[in-house]
């Protein structure tokens, strides 16, 4: 079984800035990934980045980037030099035992 | 490359009627694919699990014989909400992953059903 949770149900950041979300889960499976995905208005759910658990390296992608600490189940995402179109609620996944399992969401607003 | 279709994007219909939603893979084979349901500014709730050729997976507390899944190819799974009731009404939304996906599911832009 897998759990995700998020904890932060809103969060904002003046653009330009650096905002942290933060994203903890619990699972029993041994070999796992875990997912940020963003889900804008339009509702379309658009992978940020991916962890594969077996990697001790940070993944980044551009602008974003994760602090991974796998003995604390964390996993967290920063994302740098925020710009208008980062506001969108941001989904946490962890994906084991063929099955994605998601946290209740952060919705990030960018204050211009 | 990724492209995952669903149509109809929206669809109401009347309370009893059974209603047919279409998940497509554009450009790759999907070798499973996922139903979700999201309620108004809430998390994705996996439904259930197909693959291709085989029966679909439930998740527990979700009704196969309400949210019937049919994966006939690798291009294309379908969810057909049987004798539909207000409470069905709901945002669905469908992904896929492929062979070579390292597990990242590639979602379609879903489908908003509105039961009168």
């Known amino acids: 079984a897998q759990t995700v949770t998020q904890s932060q149900p809103e969060m904002s950041v003046q653009e330009a800035e650096t905002v942290t979300l933060s994203c903890t889960y619990d699972t029993s499976e041994s070999d796992y990934y875990l997912f940020w995905y963003k889900q804008p208005p339009s509702r379309q759910m658009i992978l940020v980045i991916r962890?594969?658990?077996?990697?001790?390296q940070n993944a980044t992608e551009n602008r974003f980037s994760v602090n991974f600490q796998k003995a604390a189940k964390s996993f967290s995402l920063k994302i740098s030099d925020s710009q208008l179109g980062d506001a969108a609620m941001y989904f946490c996944?962890?994906?084991?035992?063929?099955?994605?399992?998601f946290g209740t969401g952060t919705r990030l607003t960018i204050i211009p | 490359g990724a492209v995952v279709s669903q149509h109809p994007s929206r669809v109401i219909c009347k309370s009893g009627t059974s209603v047919k939603i279409e998940c497509r893979s554009l450009?790759?084979?999907?070798?499973?694919m996922f139903w979700y349901r999201q309620f108004p500014k809430k998390s994705l709730m996996l439904m259930a699990t197909?693959?291709?050729?085989?029966?679909?997976?439930?998740e527990q507390g979700v009704e196969k014989d309400k949210f019937l899944i049919n994966h006939a190819s690798l291009t294309l799974s379908t969810l057909t909400v049987t004798s539909a009731h207000p409470e069905d009404s709901s945002f669905y939304i469908c992904?896929?992953?492929?062979?070579?996906?390292?597990?990242?599911?590639?979602f379609g832009p879903g489908t908003r059903l509105t039961v009168l």
């Open positions: 450009d790759f084979q999907a070798t499973t």
């Open positions: 962890q594969e658990a077996y990697k001790q």
């Open positions: 992904s896929a992953t492929s062979r070579d996906g390292y597990n990242e599911q590639f």
């Open positions: 197909s693959n291709e050729g085989s029966k679909a997976t439930y």
């Open positions: 996944g962890s994906f084991g035992n063929e099955k994605l399992t």
